[in-house]
């Protein structure tokens, strides 16, 4: 456990994504399924947005939405992630240090952050990551020398 510890230590590898012309019904049903609060958006292999469990709910709980089944059945299935990510999100390359991730986490108030090499999504830091993290060297930190 001692030595330095980067990113691609303690990151999530191969994230689950989704394109921008997926439907936000296929976002919200994968981040359902796996328990994630986000999604890195690829376009041709690229990473281009970022889509969060709030970008989603924003987009369906639109004020302008008329609160009808079939009306809310087509926004899910007609609106595009494209339409709702944030585009060229904060990414952190593997190499990054653990906290350098935290502290751009922390000053711009995000949950996760994309991990890039070489212009390739390679996995995404998280809070959780980070959380999990912290127990780890806590725990080491308790147990007798």
């Known amino acids: 456990m001692r030595g ?3 990113v691609a ?3 999530t590898p191969g ?3 989704v394109t921008p012309r997926n439907a936000i019904r296929t976002a919200i049903n994968l981040m359902r399924e796996g328990g ?3 999604l890195p958006v690829i376009d041709r292999g690229r990473l281009v947005g970022i889509i969060t469990d709030r970008d989603l709910r924003r987009a ?3 004020p302008f939405v008329v609160r009808e089944q079939w009306y809310d059945n087509f926004i899910l299935d007609h609106i595009e992630v494209g339409s709702c990510m944030t585009p060229n999100p904060l990414t952190v390359e ?4 653990i906290a350098d991730a935290a502290r751009l986490l922390r000053n711009h108030k995000i949950g996760g952050l994309p991990v890039v090499a070489d212009n390739q999504l390679v996995g995404i830091i998280t809070e959780t990551d980070l959380l999990d993290f912290l127990i780890e060297l806590l725990a080491d930190e308790a147990q007798p020398a």
């Open 9 to 11: 230590d303690i990151m």
């Open 4 to 6: 330095k510890r980067v």
């Open 94 to 97: 593997p190499s990054a240090s």
């Open 15 to 17: 994230p689950v994504t």
């Open 60 to 62: 369906a709980n639109s």
């Open 36 to 38: 994630y609060r986000r």
